[in-house]
């Protein structure tokens, strides 16, 4: 049996017949707003909450609002940090061309703290803009890949942002190298915009193929596994 990682979001870990496999890089796409990570928070904190110890990476948005916004769902990232089970790096995008300071950081922080669960908030921060030459970023892109898989003892969460219309996640090699990959995205239902998540692949194990109704509530992701939609 393949070991699993409990998500801490509710109803998610039913979609993948128990959590996703350990070890598993897996790549969270979609677009703004979409609750990516939110759902990154709840999940290195279900993790801390059990005592392992969770890195989250934020390359965008400022460690002290992203605290502030997670406490906002009842998840004290503070707190987790304070007792050494969290460590939350903020390191900005760095000019194109100097990408790889940032893998160095990186890859630091995974043999220094050793996580067992990962979050890159988005990554595909870092694989934007590396080169206007495709294979250069695609050889890029493949040594960062690469590189989070040999942590064999951590289960990273790579989130992908998508612009609206876009059918592909990254350069393209993300969704061949990775794992896994999660998507959430809207549904209009009528006038009502609404959320959705589908799981289109994961290594390991089976998994559901429906779009399955997403919430954001007071408690953050809410996931009702016995609601699939048609789009
Ligand atoms: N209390 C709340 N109740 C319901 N929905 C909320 C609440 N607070 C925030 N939201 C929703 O959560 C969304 C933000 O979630 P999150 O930051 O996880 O998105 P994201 O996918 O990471 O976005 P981005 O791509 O911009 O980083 C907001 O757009 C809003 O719709
Ligand atoms: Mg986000």
Redesign the pocket.
Known sequence: MTERVPSGVPGFDSLLDGGIPAGNVVLLA????????????QYLSHGSKLGEKTLYVSL??DKGRFIR?MK??GLDLDDMEAKGLMKILNIPIPPAGQQNTVVEQIAKAFDEFKPSRAVL??FSALTISISSNKSDSQAFVHSLLSNLSSHEYCTTIL?C?VGAGADQIGTGIEEYMADGIVV?YYLMRGKAKIKAVEIRKMRGTKHSNQAILL????EG?VIDPDIELTS
């Not at 979609?30 to 928070?41: D, L, P, Q």
């Open positions: 979609g677009r703004a707003g979409t609750g990516k990570s939110i759902f990154c928070a965008v948005e916004n906002r769902f908030d988005p989130v942002e959430f919430e954001i509530t007071e992701i």
